[in-house]
């Protein structure tokens, strides 16, 4: 059943998280050489400084409320969502964030899309902001069920479009795969799936397949330790919101195709301003999600969804 949601984070969590921030030992950091060894210091000081005198989450909280946000129940889970309604003369729109964002990569584009049409619909994935807690780790082959099964709640038998990015792009690419006839077409900005059996062999893909290797040795130790222990880092992380915000704030300085100065450090100033990146942070810190939001790592390697069975493939265009 869908029920309408309006955030109201409790008043006592909020100054709960403060303290913490407040709290936090700058002296136990030193700077291991900035953005060249992990998060630049400097920016995230910059950040928490924000964070502690300028941030208002409840100005940030009655904004998101303008949003028409939603909850439903599938398969037991509890999924949070944003469904903002067109005038149905284009196909609903099923828009899929990643790991570390979060329904907010989206809002811009709401009201566009639902201007050229479109039903626009974007949920927090399970164990995200304000969606449930899953009850085991899941991963990107399951978490697509319930995202088909939340489309066809919402619209029946109508096919859907789906835009995905990050954890989005595996998720949106499984629910082509095993829903081929109720998705009218697939938009990934990440390339995550392939069959097991594919092997490059055009240049071009040999090229790609050579970058992805070298990116690998340098920018996937976050993911191996999410895969594999997500319980360890999750214990580490609970209790810190500086920790939370550094782990995050390293990967939009690093991922987001920013500027560079001659020493290779990324302006995220130029990009990002400090509110849209605290309240992301802040959709990992006010339900506790950010432990489960970890969780989808370690769900593909226990439900073996990195790649397609043998022989298979998307045939959504």
Same mark, same amino acid.
């Given at each position: 059943?869908?029920?309408?949601?309006?955030?109201?984070?409790?008043?006592?969590?909020?100054?709960?998280?403060?303290?913490?921030?407040?709290?936090?030992?700058?002296?136990?950091?030193?700077?291991?050489?900035?953005?060249?060894?992990?998060?630049?210091?400097?920016?995230?000081?910059?950040?928490?400084?924000?964070?502690?005198?300028?941030?208002?989450?409840?100005?940030?909280?009655?904004?998101?409320?303008?949003?028409?946000?939603?909850?439903?129940?599938?398969?037991?889970?509890?999924?949070?969502?944003?469904?903002?309604?067109?005038?149905?003369? =284009?196909?609903? !729109? !099923?828009?899929?964030?990643?790991?570390?964002?979060? $329904?907010?990569? $989206?809002?811009?584009?709401?009201?566009?899309?639902?201007?050229?049409?479109?039903?626009?619909?974007?949920?927090?994935?399970?164990?995200?902001?304000?969606?449930?807690?899953?009850?085991?780790?899941?991963?990107? =082959?399951?978490?697509?069920?319930?995202?088909?099964?939340?489309?066809?709640?919402?619209?029946?038998?109508?096919?859907?479009?789906?835009?995905?990015?990050?954890?989005?792009?595996?998720?949106?690419?499984?629910?082509?795969?095993?829903?081929?006839?109720?998705?009218?077409?697939?938009?990934?900005?990440?390339?995550?799936?392939?069959?097991?059996?594919?092997?490059? *062999? *055009?240049?071009?893909?040999?090229?790609?397949?050579?970058?992805?290797?070298?990116?690998? *040795?340098?920018?996937?130790?976050?993911?191996?330790?999410?895969?594999?222990?997500?319980?360890?880092?999750?214990?580490?992380?609970?209790?810190?919101?500086?920790?939370?915000?550094?782990?995050?704030?390293?990967?939009?300085?690093?991922?987001?195709?920013?500027?560079?100065?001659?020493?290779?450090?990324?302006?995220?100033?130029?990009?990002?301003?400090?509110?849209?990146?605290?309240?992301?942070?802040?959709?990992?810190?006010?339900?506790?999600?950010?432990?489960?939001?970890?969780?989808?790592? =370690?769900?593909?390697?226990?439900?073996?969804?990195?790649? $397609?069975?043998?022989?298979?493939?998307?045939?959504?265009?």
């Amino acid at each position: 059943m869908v029920e309408p949601f309006l955030i109201a984070v409790p008043d006592d969590r909020l100054p709960a998280i403060r303290a913490k921030v407040a709290a936090f030992d700058w002296t136990m950091v030193p700077d291991a050489g900035g953005w060249q060894s992990g998060v630049g210091l400097a920016d995230l000081k910059r950040l928490v400084d924000y964070w502690l005198t300028r941030y208002d989450w409840r100005a940030q909280e009655r904004r998101l409320n303008m949003l028409p946000q939603f909850t439903a129940k599938v398969r037991g889970q509890r999924l949070h969502f944003i469904h903002a309604r067109g005038d149905g003369s =284009r196909a609903p !729109l !099923l828009l899929l964030h990643g790991w570390p964002g979060s $329904f907010l990569e $989206f809002e811009a584009l709401i009201a566009p899309l639902v201007a050229d049409g479109h039903d626009v619909v974007i949920p927090s994935l399970p164990g995200y902001a304000f969606s449930g807690r899953p009850n085991a780790p899941i991963g990107p =082959r399951q978490t697509a069920e319930l995202m088909h099964d939340l489309m066809v709640e919402l619209f029946g038998t109508t096919r859907y479009l789906v835009q995905g990015g990050d954890w989005g792009a595996a998720i949106g690419g499984w629910i082509a795969h095993q829903h081929p006839e109720a998705v009218a077409g697939l938009h990934l900005n990440m390339v995550l799936l392939q069959a097991e059996d594919a092997v490059p *062999k *055009k240049p071009e893909e040999l090229a790609w397949a050579e970058q992805r290797a070298e990116t690998a *040795k340098t920018e996937t130790g976050y993911s191996l330790e999410q895969g594999t222990r997500p319980q360890t880092l999750g214990v580490a992380m609970s209790d810190s919101p500086v920790g939370i915000a550094a782990w995050i704030l390293e990967k939009f300085g690093v991922w987001a195709d920013l500027p560079r100065d001659a020493e290779g450090r990324p302006d995220l100033w130029q990009t990002f301003d400090e509110d849209l990146l605290l309240t992301n942070i802040m959709l990992y810190l006010v339900e506790g999600s950010f432990v489960t939001s970890t969780w989808m790592y =370690r769900g593909r390697v226990l439900e073996g969804s990195g790649k $397609f069975p043998a022989g298979t493939r998307i045939r959504v265009p």
